[in-house]
């Protein structure tokens, strides 16, 4: 019987300095697809039982004020492939963790820095969250209604899009690098940069690559005021969303609608056509719309709230979600097909002693 192949990044050894949002989640990342990642928690730190972001890894609480602590994570550290921090600029350099100290003494280290506005810049020491890094990198502004204020897509653009998977992108293009050179480096991931990156396919539509609609909010073909591009409500107050874009899919939404005759996609009569089926979508519920869209081209799907994941076939069928320690948590992603990533439960990290698995590090770290 042939054993179970490892997991993508299995003897990759992190360090992460706890924090909230896209370093955890980066970390999260690294840890789902085989890292041994060893959480480093301060004393006064509070604690997330509940935390998803922070599964798969032990944590050991270190004192950073401590003179002796700080010797002893150094040398951690001095072991350890990656290190992943996400504080203000200068802080790591004011506790003597800094990258020139810790890449001199461990010229392999690979030194993740996640900040939202980068580690250099009129804004670099300026506080910030996931809205204020969107907003200036553009990445906000084409949001939502013409009529009301852009509306924040949670923190899932600054914070984890543009943020944490940047990170995860270059913590195993370092790794990969490393391969040749033998030598580490630092990785400034900056929110701002992150999120400025996803707006690439935009820019080139307000620049001129797309013609046929405007780029404007309530003119753009992605923003929601295309009819076939939008999320419509239902007679149970539930929702669809509908991204029949190309006219093949649009005459499949027409048919399935019971509309007969041709319906204008050209964006002088989005209005109109809108609202023409807004009014016929409110006559049934969601689900009864599901059922109608099943195994049709139209692009229809429903749009499931969270307590609905779990059962939802296709969903389940991939196993796109797992139910652990009582919390339904995506499943590790991207898949592999020899050496899949998994999710270790709290049980299973619990038994992992973070003392004991840094005590191995500095083990077969090889001689001074």
């Known amino acids: 019987m042939s054993m179970p192949a490892s997991p993508p990044l299995a003897g990759v050894r992190v360090v992460e300095f706890a924090g909230l949002g896209p370093a955890p989640f980066a970390a999260m990342l690294m840890a789902d697809l085989g890292a041994e990642v060893l959480r480093i928690e301060r004393p006064d730190a509070a604690a997330r039982p509940g935390d998803i972001l922070n599964r798969g890894r032990p944590a050991i609480t270190v004192d950073l004020k401590d003179r002796s602590a700080l010797s002893r994570l150094r040398a951690i550290l001095d072991a350890a492939d990656v290190l992943i921090e996400g504080m203000r600029p200068g802080v790591m350099e004011r506790l003597g963790l800094g990258p020139e100290e810790l890449c001199g003494s461990n010229p392999r280290l690979i030194y993740l820095r996640m900040t939202g506005w980068g580690q250099t810049g009129p804004l670099a020491q300026a506080a910030g969250h996931d809205i204020n890094y969107i907003a200036l990198s553009g990445a906000l502004a084409p949001l939502g209604s013409p009529d009301t204020p852009p509306p924040p897509p949670l923190n899932l653009v600054g914070d984890f899009g543009g943020g944490a998977l940047f990170a995860a992108l270059g913590i195993v293009t370092a790794l990969y690098e490393r391969e040749r050179s033998g030598r580490g480096q630092v990785i400034d991931a900056a929110m701002v940069d992150g999120s400025a990156s996803l707006l690439a396919m935009y820019l080139s539509h307000v620049q001129g690559s797309r013609g046929g609609t405007g780029t404007a909010r309530g003119a753009y073909f992605l923003d929601g005021s295309a009819p076939f591009y939008r999320c419509y409500a239902c ?8 991204g029949a874009i190309e006219p093949k899919f649009w005459r499949a939404l027409l048919d399935g609608l019971g509309i007969s005759e041709p319906l204008s996609q050209a964006p002088r009569d989005w209005p109109a056509t809108a609202q023409r089926l807004e009014a016929i979508f409110l006559g049934r519920t969601r689900d009864e719309w599901t059922e109608i869209f099943a195994d049709t081209d139209a692009c ?6 969270h307590g609905e994941l779990a ?5 389940a069928a991939r196993k796109t979600y797992l139910v652990e320690d009582g919390l339904l948590q995506p499943a590790p992603a991207p898949r592999f097909s020899r050496t899949p990533g998994r999710v270790l439960s709290r049980d299973e990290t619990a038994g992992m002693d973070g003392a004991a698995i840094a005590a191995e590090w500095l083990a077969t770290r090889g001689p001074e």
């Open 300 to 305: 229809v799907t429903p749009v499931l709230r």
């Open 311 to 315: 059962a939802a076939p296709h969903l």
């Open 235 to 242: 007679a149970n107050g539930e929702y669809v969303a509908v």
